[in-house]
Every structure is written in C-alpha cells, then in structure tokens.
C-alpha cells in the first residue's frame, strides 16, 4: 500500500482567497485523484492528474476554479481558487486505480469564511 | 453508468452482536467492489474488495462481504461489533468500459455505524 501525506491538514480561509493543497506519495505512481468531501456528503471526484499531461476534470469542475499540478511521479498540488463558503470541503489526494483499491491521503479540511 | 446505493444513513447495533452495513449496485459490465472506512478527521481506510472469485471476501479488523450478484449486493458484515468500529463506511464499485480499461470509482452516499458498549 502507498503511504500518503497532504499538507495542509486544515486551514480557514477568507473568502476571495486561493489555497494550495498539496499531496506526496511514497512511491511513484502513475494516476493521483484529487476528491472533495462536502459536509456530510460522499466522495467526488474532481480530476485526475497524470504526469506530463493535463489534468483531467470531471463534469462540473474546471480547471480555472481547480488547477492541478503533477510535476512528478510522487506529488501533486490542487489549488482552490478564488475561494466562496460553498468550497468549504475536506479534500482528499488518492492513488491506485484501475482494477485495485485506490489509496487515500488523510485529507484537507478547508473552512471558508 | 455506474452507481452505488447504501440504503442506511444509520445504522445502530449494540456491542458484541453481529453487524451488517448494506450496499447495492448498479454497472453494465462486471463489477469491482469495495469497502472503505473513515474514521472523524481521517481519511479513508481500505477495508477489502471484490475482484473475482469467491463471494465472501475477507478483510481486515475483522470485517466481510458478501458478493451477490443476482441481488446485485456487496454487503458487509463483522459478527461481532467492537465500540472501536464506530464510523462512516463507504461502498464503491467500478466496472470497465468497452476500451477494457477500469471505470473511475463511484463512492455510495456512506452509512454511519454506531456500536453502542
């Protein structure tokens, strides 16, 4: 199994601001998946990041309001930009994929205020 | 596409009795299923999956599921509930797309377990 870390653990923010997430993997991987948690509400994802390639979004996130970057095979970033209460979430970095179980970091509890 | 149910919000079971947390499915092809664990200001934990083979699938602290394909279930179970796995549990599947490449993984709406001691 990957072992995961993500920075910040929280933080609140004020609204109009954009924060940095970021997400660092002990072992190169190909595929990194960023979610969001909403306040009592499942996962969803949100892109996924390969290396050397754009992200790719899922329907109803964009790229201005989410960028990602994916330097390398062991971490990526995902910026929340522009930041409005509604973006108040935990945001969760993952690994793995395809026919195995994915790998999740310990999350981001964002607060906008 | 692909979707998950898990019927329960809540789900309440006294210490030492066996639990069961539902989950349901829907995808086109055959599917691959999991069960995930959050405990609070946690992220999720793997508890086990289905790939193929047998139908009941073990995993870790204790906890099973049982593949239903028929009933198009994967619901898990431990036969005797420990305070300690008090927590929001997740279902998810995916399945593949005609390319034979893996589906994203879709997340069920999670169950609350609360074993009271």
């Known amino acids: 199994s990957a072992v995961i870390s993500q920075k910040p653990s929280r933080d609140i923010c004020q609204r109009g601001t954009s924060l940095t997430i970021q997400c660092q993997v002990d072992s190169q991987v190909t595929m990194m998946f960023w979610y969001r948690q909403q306040p009592g509400q499942s996962l969803t994802l949100i892109a996924t990041?390969?290396?050397?390639?754009?992200?790719?979004?899922e329907s109803g996130f964009v790229i201005d309001k989410f960028p990602i970057s994916r330097p390398n095979l062991t971490f990526s970033t995902l910026t929340v930009s522009n930041m409005s209460p509604e973006d108040s979430s935990i945001y969760l970095c993952?690994?793995?994929?395809?026919?195995?179980?994915?790998?999740f970091g310990p999350g981001t509890r964002l607060t906008v205020l | 596409a692909q979707s998950v149910a898990q019927p329960e919000d809540q789900v309440n079971v006294a210490e030492g009795n066996p639990l069961t947390v539902k989950c349901t499915y829907s995808?086109?092809?055959?599917?691959?299923l999991f069960w995930y664990v959050q405990y609070p200001n946690r992220g999720l934990q793997f508890l086990l999956k289905?790939?193929?083979?047998?139908?009941l699938v073990k995993g870790s602290y204790g906890f099973e599921a049982e593949f239903n394909k028929s009933q198009t279930s994967f619901h898990l179970k431990k036969p005797s509930a420990l305070v300690s796995d008090s927590a929001l549990y997740f279902c998810?599947?995916?399945?593949?797309?005609?390319?034979?490449?893996?589906?994203?993984?879709?997340f069920g709406s999670g169950t609350q377990l609360t074993v009271l001691p």
């Open positions: 993952s690994v793995g994929g395809g026919y195995n179980e994915q790998f």
């Open positions: 998810a599947v995916r399945d593949l797309i005609s390319s034979g490449s893996a589906r994203q993984l879709t």
């Open positions: 995808v086109s092809g055959n599917p691959y």
């Open positions: 289905y790939i193929t083979g047998d139908n």
């Open positions: 990041a390969n290396q050397g390639s754009e992200a790719t979004y």
